[in-house]
């Protein structure tokens, strides 16, 4: 349904005189536009009120932002820093299994099987 036409209100009109009578049509009109005067100023009031909230809002959170110190101030976090692959040397040990080239009553003991006594 789109917006009333003129064909429309005319046939509303004609309707309104025949049910209401031509006495009570005017008094019926002025009430009908008391009524969406009120209607119009409460719904403008009320716009108001709500922009005059966001405004209140809006200048809450700028003087907020304004106490804070802004990130641009702080020093940044820590970044992750590359670490850089370092080779180490392959140094050739002695394993366990080889002889020591070691000479002395110790390297001959550590080099030497021992045996198992049974008493």
Do not use: H, W, Y
């Amino acid at each position: 349904m789109g917006p009333l036409g003129m064909p429309e209100l005319i046939v509303i009109f004609v309707i309104a005189l025949l049910v209401f009578g031509p006495r009570k049509l005017p008094e019926l009109g002025r009430s009908l536009g008391k009524s969406l005067g009120e209607f119009k100023r409460a719904s403008n009031e009320l716009r108001n009120t709500l922009e005059e909230e966001v405004r209140v809002e809006e200048q809450r959170e700028a003087t907020q932002r304004a106490t804070t110190p802004a990130p641009a101030d702080t020093p940044p976090g820590p970044r992750a820093v590359e670490t850089p692959v370092v080779e180490t040397p392959v140094v050739d040990t002695p394993s366990i299994d080889t002889p020591s080239t070691e000479t002395g009553p110790r390297a001959a003991a550590e080099t030497t099987p021992r045996s198992v006594t049974a008493d």
